[in-house]
């Protein structure tokens, strides 16, 4: 059920608190932009706000996270969708005043703020499915596992004793989830001006699909009653992607046993570092996702989306070229799995990202970002299974007096696989 509580001033209270403590960290730790006071205060609110370049890592994945932070405490209080999203944009908008002594930025509003709340859903609902369920394990290693995936909310639970305790009724929605690791060898490497290159790496990656169409009785009421949520690291890149995409408004359609799908407006938080670049974008993207039984033990599922987002793109230790370039980012999303009974499944996504000039304040210039996942898993006792991964990475720049860059990484991985549920996602549809 639902937290048995809301509260609208304690959220409030702990961003506050969170945003200063974070700004005494970073005094010590980062120095000098970070020692505001009454004066910095005032002199941002009357500043224009501009976008700035801080270090790639801090604006495009601390600042998605810290955003996080702020939504889960919102909506651990008992907050829906819509006021925690409220909340986290307020919270970056204080931070970029009062947090730093350096102009307000537009760019850090976009990524904390909306980005920010696209990551905090799907990491709230992921830590309140952990509480929801037992699957055989302990309440403290449920809680400890919730408190990783959302710290905010565990806070709220912690402190308040048992007015927070609620969980986030997921209404059983259907969901799919799996771990993977293993080791992944390079075999296509166009670096460009970048300056590092690891061949073989030891990989980890971890995904979860929530919502899948099909189940009886589900309705898909609320903001992220559907979702995906991917996570892979590397000992060569650190944190490779981070992929969140939520359903904010849609509805169903078809009927039957055969075919059923969801379609709307997609929310969407992009992180992804091949090695020798980075693109991070949060979007607002159209699309439909949905499933199809050809035969009595095989499906298909997939995603269509296509919308626009701001994004920012850039060499990684680059030689000579800026580190990187915001701009206004088309983008197009198309997956699908073929699922084989309970023997084997076969994954492919394909994403493309255009970093137009548009909402550039320096050079100009565009950047075209594709990246392509593919995957057969197959299924070796119960839950265990094997699975071969490709994936493929490339950018294509171009800006005056540089001319035409290609960047371009290829990988083959063999990655021992814990599959989270039978049937590899597919949800049986039973009238």
Same mark, same amino acid.
Request: aromatic share 14%.
């Given at each position: 059920a639902q937290a048995r509580e809301r509260s609208f001033l304690i959220p409030a209270a702990e961003i506050v608190?969170?945003?200063?403590?974070?700004?005494?960290?970073?005094r010590a730790v980062l120095g000098r932009d970070y020692y505001t006071d009454l004066a910095t205060i005032r002199r941002n609110l009357s500043r224009r706000w501009v976008v700035e370049n801080d270090p790639y890592l801090i604006n495009q994945f601390g600042h998605p996270y810290q955003g996080s932070m702020y939504h889960g405490f919102a909506r651990s209080a008992g907050l829906g969708y819509w006021e925690a999203l409220g909340y986290t944009v307020a919270g970056s908008a204080f931070w970029e005043i009062a947090g730093e002594t350096t102009p307000p930025s537009w760019n850090d509003q976009i990524s904390t703020g909306f980005g920010g709340a696209f990551l905090g859903e799907s990491l709230f609902r992921v830590a309140s499915l952990v509480l929801e369920g037992s699957n055989g394990t302990s309440h403290v290693w449920r809680s400890l596992v919730a408190s990783v995936i959302s710290p905010s909310m565990a806070f709220n639970r912690g402190a308040f004793g048992g007015r927070f305790d609620g969980v986030f009724d997921s209404r059983n929605a259907a969901y799919y989830r799996r771990w993977q690791v293993g080791v992944s060898r390079t075999t296509r490497n166009e670096r460009g001006l970048s300056t590092i290159r690891?061949?073989? /790496?030891?990989? #980890?990656? *971890?995904?979860?699909?929530? &919502?899948?169409?099909? $189940?009886?009785?589900?309705?898909?009421?609320? +903001?992220?009653?559907?979702?995906?949520?991917?996570?892979?690291?590397?000992?060569?890149?650190?944190?490779?992607t981070i992929l969140t995409r939520g359903l904010l408004v849609g509805r169903g359609y078809g009927a039957g046993n055969r075919y059923r799908g969801i379609w709307g407006l997609y929310g969407s938080y992009d992180y992804v570092s091949p090695q020798i670049f980075r693109v991070s974008?949060?979007?607002?993207?159209?699309?439909?996702?949905?499933?199809?039984?050809?035969?009595?033990?095989?499906?298909?599922?997939?995603?269509?989306?296509?919308? /626009?987002?701001? #994004?920012? *793109?850039?060499?990684?230790? &680059?030689?000579?070229? $800026?580190?990187?370039?915001?701009?206004?980012? +088309?983008?197009?999303?198309?997956?699908?799995?073929?699922?084989?009974?309970?023997?084997?499944?076969?994954?492919?996504?394909?994403?493309?990202?255009?970093?137009?000039?548009?909402?550039?304040?320096?050079?100009?210039?565009?950047?075209?970002?594709?990246?392509?996942?593919?995957?057969?898993?197959?299924?070796?006792?119960?839950q265990n299974a094997l699975a071969v991964k490709y994936i493929w990475s490339s950018r294509n720049a171009f800006y005056p007096g540089t001319g035409h860059r290609t960047q371009a990484r290829a990988t083959i991985g063999l990655l021992y696989t814990f599959l989270g549920h039978d049937r590899f996602g597919a949800v049986e549809w039973r009238p």
């Amino acid at each position: 059920a639902q937290a048995r509580e809301r509260s609208f001033l304690i959220p409030a209270a702990e961003i506050v608190g969170f945003d200063v403590l974070l700004n005494l960290f970073d005094r010590a730790v980062l120095g000098r932009d970070y020692y505001t006071d009454l004066a910095t205060i005032r002199r941002n609110l009357s500043r224009r706000w501009v976008v700035e370049n801080d270090p790639y890592l801090i604006n495009q994945f601390g600042h998605p996270y810290q955003g996080s932070m702020y939504h889960g405490f919102a909506r651990s209080a008992g907050l829906g969708y819509w006021e925690a999203l409220g909340y986290t944009v307020a919270g970056s908008a204080f931070w970029e005043i009062a947090g730093e002594t350096t102009p307000p930025s537009w760019n850090d509003q976009i990524s904390t703020g909306f980005g920010g709340a696209f990551l905090g859903e799907s990491l709230f609902r992921v830590a309140s499915l952990v509480l929801e369920g037992s699957n055989g394990t302990s309440h403290v290693w449920r809680s400890l596992v919730a408190s990783v995936i959302s710290p905010s909310m565990a806070f709220n639970r912690g402190a308040f004793g048992g007015r927070f305790d609620g969980v986030f009724d997921s209404r059983n929605a259907a969901y799919y989830r799996r771990w993977q690791v293993g080791v992944s060898r390079t075999t296509r490497n166009e670096r460009g001006l970048s300056t590092i290159r690891t061949p073989n /790496a030891a990989v #980890a990656d *971890v995904a979860i699909e929530y &919502g899948l169409p099909g $189940r009886p009785g589900y309705r898909y009421a609320r +903001p992220f009653d559907h979702f995906t949520l991917q996570a892979m690291a590397s000992s060569g890149s650190g944190f490779e992607t981070i992929l969140t995409r939520g359903l904010l408004v849609g509805r169903g359609y078809g009927a039957g046993n055969r075919y059923r799908g969801i379609w709307g407006l997609y929310g969407s938080y992009d992180y992804v570092s091949p090695q020798i670049f980075r693109v991070s974008s949060t979007a607002l993207s159209l699309g439909t996702t949905g499933q199809w039984w050809l035969t009595e033990g095989v499906a298909l599922q997939g995603t269509a989306a296509a919308g /626009a987002g701001y #994004a920012a *793109v850039g060499t990684i230790h &680059g030689a000579g070229e $800026r580190d990187y370039h915001y701009g206004i980012a +088309p983008q197009a999303l198309l997956a699908g799995r073929a699922i084989l009974g309970q023997a084997a499944s076969l994954d492919l996504t394909a994403r493309d990202y255009f970093v137009s000039d548009v909402g550039r304040l320096d050079t100009r210039g565009h950047d075209r970002i594709s990246r392509l996942d593919a995957s057969v898993t197959f299924r070796l006792y119960r839950q265990n299974a094997l699975a071969v991964k490709y994936i493929w990475s490339s950018r294509n720049a171009f800006y005056p007096g540089t001319g035409h860059r290609t960047q371009a990484r290829a990988t083959i991985g063999l990655l021992y696989t814990f599959l989270g549920h039978d049937r590899f996602g597919a949800v049986e549809w039973r009238p």
